[in-house]
């Protein structure tokens, strides 16, 4: 097998990071559109994450957050995302770089965005047309929901497709 210099994998990876960093930049400036929300998880003690010391020994590897009715002060900047958010009824500041972030999901639209912690790899969901044949490595794409966030109504996948950039890379 051939050496890929050009890194096709980290630029893809990059490309669908700049995906998070467009939306998110967006509903900084515009807010959420019509039903879009966002399920979050990125890994709690990766460089660059700020959490507190509370949220940290709550949620010592991951955590998830929702972006829907309850968050403010939304600062979108080239390599992370600030956001205000509360916990249990105590407002809390987080700093979570887009390198940190292991899915992002719109269960209002069936997308998702999720990233391989250790190869950098990534897979991409989203409605896939009737007739396509699944891929021969499709895993569905859950979000769960902050412990301390408001119920949501249950998310049904059907019709979802994850398709891993492996799928298109020459072996």
Known sequence: MAT???????????????????????????GLPGE??????????????KLSPRLLAQYPEEM???????????????????????FGGI?????VPFSAIKSF????????LQFEADDGSAEVTADAPEDA????????VAAEPAADAPAEEPVKSEGAEVVRLDRFRKK
Do not use: C, K, M, N
Request: charged share 20%; aromatic share 10%.
């Open 4 to 30: 890929d210099h050009i890194r096709y994998d980290v630029l893809a990876r990059d490309a669908l990071r700049s995906v998070l960093r467009t939306v998110l930049t967006d509903v900084a400036q515009h």
């Open 36 to 49: 879009h929300h966002f399920f979050i998880t990125f890994l709690s003690r990766a460089d660059g994450v």
């Open 64 to 86: 998830t957050v929702i972006l829907q009715h309850q968050f403010w002060d939304l600062v979108v900047t080239e390599d992370r995302f600030e956001v205000g958010l509360s």
């Open 91 to 95: 407002p809390e500041r987080l700093v």
């Open 105 to 112: 999901f719109d269960p209002s639209v069936q997308f998702g």
């Open 133 to 140: 044949p699944p891929p021969p490595a499709a895993l569905p």
